[in-house]
């Protein structure tokens, strides 16, 4: 795997979150610390897979606060593929509604181009998050190395605090929520 150069460019596109999350004023929050009610960044990374999900459900049930605000954040091989904009925005939509029903929590967007690990990465650097919360395949080692593991590659490379949600065989493709 290769490293990200500092002045390496790369594309993005932003994404349009639905009008039908509801805009709500900052929580007032007197009696919590300042950077409670400033609340934090987190960025998840997502993708169309059932662990992508399973790592989304356990970040709105055991890691949110009401402050916070999601950073919603899907590699894929080109931004200029309609298609693949399209269902990758169709997919943002719905979790970021189902962040505000179940969390409220507030939700920004962006589909980057590249390689998943290293753009995963350069998010975090830009966005300087509490937290990388993603999901993994749950291969094995021998698997990991010579396939690669867009997790393993977060977890040695990103600055921020990466949180790898593993999940356990039962869960299998049903969400937490």
Known sequence: METVMEDEEYNYREVNLPSLIPVVPEPALERETGERRRGRDILI??????????AFDWALIHFLRLADTIHLVHAVSSVRNDVVYETS???????AVEAFEVAMVRTQARIVEGDAGKVICKEAERLKPAAVVMGTRGRSLSQSVFQGS????????????????????????????
């Open 45 to 54: 990374a997502i993708d169309h897979g059932p662990k992508s999900k399973h």
């Open 89 to 95: 925005q169709a997919l943002m939509e719905k979790l």
């Open 150 to 177: 867009v997790s393993e590659y977060c977890f040695h490379n990103c600055k921020s605090a990466p949180v790898i949600i593993v999940p356990g065989k039962e869960a299998g493709d049903e969400s937490l929520i």
